[in-house]
């Protein structure tokens, strides 16, 4: 086997096992008597050191062996989880990162990190052996086995004997948590198979081969190869925990004793046979047994579906595994998609143009088509939110104990889906948010318990699904924000003047926080205090044509909301005119289009408005947003213009445009990386045409024309950073 051509997989792998043990380590650092965590930890670390082992990934295989060494007294309840053994865990989770990140650009592993890791690492179990035993010890007995003979086989020992051949009683017992077993047991009887015959076995070898024991069977072994190499050659197979080999004494020829080590009260008895199952019917995890009929399909830890087929009296199940797919394939699938939409709109156009009647019916079918396999693209293309949220405890942990805070973190809704662009681009915003709430929000817990509340500060994630979208939230139970604080801090800076800040509404000033360069810390940290965080969170999920809001009651904790549209590949869009061109804005930013007559509008503190069922909106000129001439148009001489009333932010904006053409599916195409960075455009269209039309980015436009009507304004007269006098 080649290595190379796994280490996709391994990788992908591991790193959902070292996510797993993240998690469940961070649970059991605030839990020491949450058994299931413990167990998925000894899982995990189990599982890596067999994929790393098989990849001859040496350095991990010994780091996780270690890592199980250690975890055994605590799991079985022997020892206690102490704090310095959950610190040297998360320095070994560190470490097989490092290891991960480095194995995807290179094929070798230094083993000088594993020395300062397994130091660590032997420094707490050493310290775990004058730990107090939370739990009485075991007492162990010795019980006998024994497997009697028919005439037949005893025969064939005696026939073996006499040609010289040994006869061993082998006892065979894997690791307690073998995730393959019937793999693993297939193996040892292969190679034992090799080696000479087998006369006896407990259980029966196809039940062995079926997985059908506990821990181990016994095995009595007619061969001419020696003692060690037999030993040598079943411990060599993964999983193997235990080989025990003793020779069969003529005397013995009537049955075969074997003696084991039982504990007096057994949890479970390692070298159990279990049932054989009945046709038809299966046991549940409960214990129960029900029907096939009655239960839904199982599905495993994995992902993957259980389907039991019965046929006479045989019961087979089969196991459907997830197919793991390249991220490339899916783009280049629902690349091809988007050509396929664009080509039934050229398609649709020219029917409808052409009046080619006897193409409309063909035309309708290849709509209903390509809408379903539209759909199930989309579908293919949605990722859980999951793949975000869990890489996040770890975090909030270690930064919390570096500012020495107490925070729990709680997260809702981690099964709800979102396109793989999002997921991939909002892990980066949410950090800055979290690190945001950890540093801003919450308190330290002596200030906690002055202000009567619970010494560890909440935050919680959130996420849910309103109809095309997905709305993301993270919400802390800290100290708020102090507008007055933020205007003062604002004028200080020079990012607005005293006037403006004394017009500002509380709500208006708690968005200031948003602002490029704004923090309420005088001394930028480590952590914050660069006026970066929030500000890059935001131009992020607006640059993926979501909203940004925030919310926040002084004293009570604030609250971050992020609402982005399901998928980002195939989108509708509303196709307008401005100076004869035609730009595309997405539909999930237009609230309605209204027409107004030109009496109709308002000069309100320097702002052309309107009123819409007696709310004040705002008014732009789409000319004005691209930085075009505004020349008189066919509106003025009817006396109505059209106006796309838009979601911006928390507010609602007006946009004037020529002439609204209508509503289409449109495929967003990426810019060209010469225009990437140009704001106000989030990508490119063809039309049905043939022609390219650019997608607007609404947010980023309204805020561009802010920022050039502010710096006009106060150009020559305030520069940033001089109202400290103020």
Known sequence: MKSSDYKEIFLTEAREYLA????????????PGHGESINEIFRAAHTIKGMSATMGYEPMAQLTHQMETVLEPIRSGVKPLTPQLVDALFICLDQLEKWVNILSSNDSLEEDDLKATLTSLQEASEALRGAASPVEPVVEVVQEVALPFTDEERDVI????????SVFKIMVELERDCAFKEVRSFMILKAI????????????????????FERGFFLVV???????????TLTGISEVEKVQIDSFSPDEDHEAVFKKKESETPKSNPFKVLPERSPGRRESDFGK???????????????????SRTTGSDERTFILPTVRV??????????????????????????????????????????????????EIMKVRLMPVKQIFDRFPRMVRDLAKSLHKQVDLEMDGAEVELDRTVIEEMSEPLVHLLRNAIDHGIEIPEEREKEGKDPAGTI??????????????????????????????AVMKGLITREEAIRLTDEEAVRLIALPGFSTIDNATEVSGRGVGVDVAKTKVEALGGTFRIQSRKGLGTTFILRFPLTLAIIKGLLVKCNEEVFVIPVVNIIETVDIHTDEKRIIQQQETFILRDEVIPLYHLQELLEMAIPPGPALETGLETVLVAEVGESRVGILVDEVIGQQEIAIKSLDRLLK??????????????????????????????????QEEHQGIIPLGTHEGL
């Open 20 to 31: 797993n043990l993240n998690n469940s380590l961070v649970v059991l650092e605030k839990d």
């Open 193 to 212: 198979n090799e080696l000479g015959e087998i006369v006896k076995s407990h259980p029966a070898p196809q039940e062995i081969e079926k997985g059908h």
């Open 289 to 307: 047994t029900e029907t096939d009929a009655e239960s839904e399909e199982p599905t495993d830890s994995k992902g993957s579906t259980q389907v």
């Open 677 to 710: 960075g140009i704001r106000g455009f989030s990508g490119a269209t063809i039309l049905g045409s043939g022609k390219i039309a650019l997608i607007l980015d609404v947010n980023s436009l309204i805020e561009d024309l802010k920022e050039r009507r502010f």
């Open 326 to 375: 390249h991220t490339s394939k899916l783009d280049k699938l629902m690349a091809l998609v988007q050509e396929l939409v664009i080509s039934k709109i050229r398609f649709e156009q020219v029917v409808h143009q052409k009046e080619l009647k006897e193409l409309l019916d063909p035309l309708f079918q290849l709509h209903h088509i390509t809408d379903e396999l539209q759909d």
């Open 460 to 489: 919680r994630l959130q996420a849910k699904r309103e109809r095309h979208f997905v709305i993301l939230s993270v919400i802390d139970n800290g100290r708020g924000v102090d507008p007055e604080l933020v205007r003062k801090k």
């Open 222 to 232: 007619v061969t001419d190869s020696p003692e060690e190499k037999i030993k040598k």
């Open 158 to 165: 005696s026939q073996a004997r006499m040609n010289g051949f």
